[in-house]
């Protein structure tokens, strides 16, 4: 059987040089194929370009003229366009405007016969990203395409840091003492290369985002950009725009076409996060596009083709929301090919005096602080504390202590009041109830112990009791 093109080595592209009258070409790889269109009305220029293209190992399709450019364009995401000047009675320079209309992320390398610094500079001036005159050899046009490469990466990568700005986070390692959560990292990893659905499921707060991001750097993916969008944030009608786009006119406001999120992670992750609160007037589309990977955007019915990877994440019962109708059965299981449970925080205590340390040097930095730790107090007091709102609120709690601590180790003082209740360090022999004492024990046996059982065998007590003692303390 023959090798398909993402069976491939890695793409070559090369550069020239000239030392005494000999061209030499140095290879550098392109570690992604090319989604190429190639648009010439020269029946032997498009099959020997194509070919030479395909052998590369990129992706080709090849049409003789302006109106099959752009229904090829409209149907699909092309990184790059070659172009010729002279389609028939059409001018390939008329061309670039339109397919940049259609795909605002594409490149365009113009060929032609009739070169002349005139056309060049018009051709430029257009939207073209580079120029080659025929007859063209394979060195120009690896020389050619290794710009636009380079060109493409300093894009996304100017990409992904404007989407970072404003929302800087530490950055979280995935060490954890906890054997689900080793596990839950351990399936994130091996499944990341493949291009399956995953569904992370957790609560509020656990890292489902940064995990999501994890894989997209572990991926194959990881050159491609990755987008997150949240469904709650949007209206039903906003966040079909936000996901499929629309054209301009679709609706009030639609003043310009927007090719929506999937069109601008071609190649890449997209993750829909809180993907429980999709409305179902949503779920048919997103079904379709994550069986056949077809959409349209608003106002438009042209069918477009898109190769994205697909991660959700929820923090609701989806199996509950199937049943009462609310969430569609088919589209749930389209997208639990891959479930990954990250736990919450509070079933993993000794996983907190860790992310607390590492958030504290992150946090100490920001501030222009250097810290030493947590006193005993404060370690012990983060440790019982049963973290409902996660990984999430342990950071933001962390990062008011190191604005607030005024000693180089940070001690219960600049903890919330809500962490460190008045006798929650209290000794047996204090002048305080029982009740309290209880509490307090209860609460440590709790963040220490593996399980509720462990915990009820610890204290003496059946499960039936340690419950009725957490719903009585709240814990």
Request: overall charge neutral; some cysteine; proline content about 4%.
């Amino acid at each position: 059987m023959s090798r398909g093109y993402l069976d491939k080595e890695p793409c070559q592209a090369y550069t020239i040089s000239s030392s005494g009258g000999e061209t030499k070409v140095a290879a550098v790889t392109i570690n992604q194929p090319f989604n190429i269109l190639v648009v010439d009305d020269e029946v032997n220029i498009r099959k020997t370009l194509s070919m030479f293209l395909e052998t590369e190992g990129h992706r080709v399709i090849a049409v003789s003229n302006f109106e099959d450019a752009i229904a090829e364009a409209s149907r699909r995401s092309f990184e790059l366009a070659f172009v010729d000047l002279r389609l028939g009675a059409e001018s390939g320079l008329d061309l670039i405007p339109a397919l940049l209309a259609v795909s605002h992320w594409l490149k365009i390398i113009v060929v032609t016969a009739y070169a002349s610094i005139d056309t060049a500079v018009e051709a430029i001036r257009r939207g073209a990203t580079d120029y080659i005159p025929k007859p063209f050899t394979p060195a120009q046009v690896k020389l050619a395409m290794q710009k636009v490469f380079e060109l493409r990466t300093l894009e996304q990568k100017v990409t992904t840091l404007q989407e970072d700005l404003g929302r800087l986070h530490p950055e979280i390692d995935f060490s954890s003492t906890s054997n689900t959560m080793q596990r839950a990292v351990s399936l994130a990893r091996q499944v990341a290369p493949s291009d399956a659905t995953i569904l992370l499921r957790g609560e509020s707060g656990t890292g489902k985002s940064v995990l999501a991001r994890a894989i997209h750097r572990w991926s194959n993916r990881a050159a491609k950009p990755m987008s997150i969008v949240s469904c709650p944030s949007f209206l039903s009608d906003l966040l079909e725009s936000e996901l499929f786009g629309h054209i301009k006119g679709a609706f009030t406001g639609a003043i310009r076409d927007n090719p929506g999120r999937i069109a601008a992670c071609e190649g890449g992750t997209l993750l829909l996060d809180e993907i429980g609160d999709l409305p179902l007037s949503l779920q048919p589309k997103l079904l379709r596009f994550v069986q056949d990977r077809e959409y349209e955007r608003v106002g438009d019915y042209t069918t477009r083709k898109a190769d994205v990877r697909l991660i959700t994440a929820t923090n609701v019962d989806l199996e509950k929301a199937v049943r009462e109708g609310r969430f569609r059965e088919d589209l749930f299981y389209r997208l639990n090919v891959i479930q990954i449970e990250i736990p919450p925080l509070r079933d993993r205590p000794d996983d907190v005096a860790i992310l607390a340390e590492k958030l504290l040097v992150f946090y100490g930095r920001n501030n222009h602080r250097s810290f030493h730790g947590f006193t005993r107090e404060a370690l012990e007091a983060l440790k019982l504390y049963r973290w409902p709102g996660n990984v999430r609120e342990l950071s933001n709690i962390i990062e008011r202590a190191a604005i607030i601590s005024q000693a180089d180790r940070v001690g219960a003082e600049s903890l919330p009041p809500s962490l460190v209740p008045g006798d929650a360090n209290a000794h047996i022999g204090d002048p305080i109830t029982l009740g309290k004492i209880e509490e307090q024990h209860i609460r440590r046996v709790l963040a220490t112990a593996k399980s509720l059982q462990e915990a009820a065998d610890i204290l003496g007590i059946d499960q039936a009791t340690l419950w009725r003692r957490r719903k009585k303390y709240g814990i």
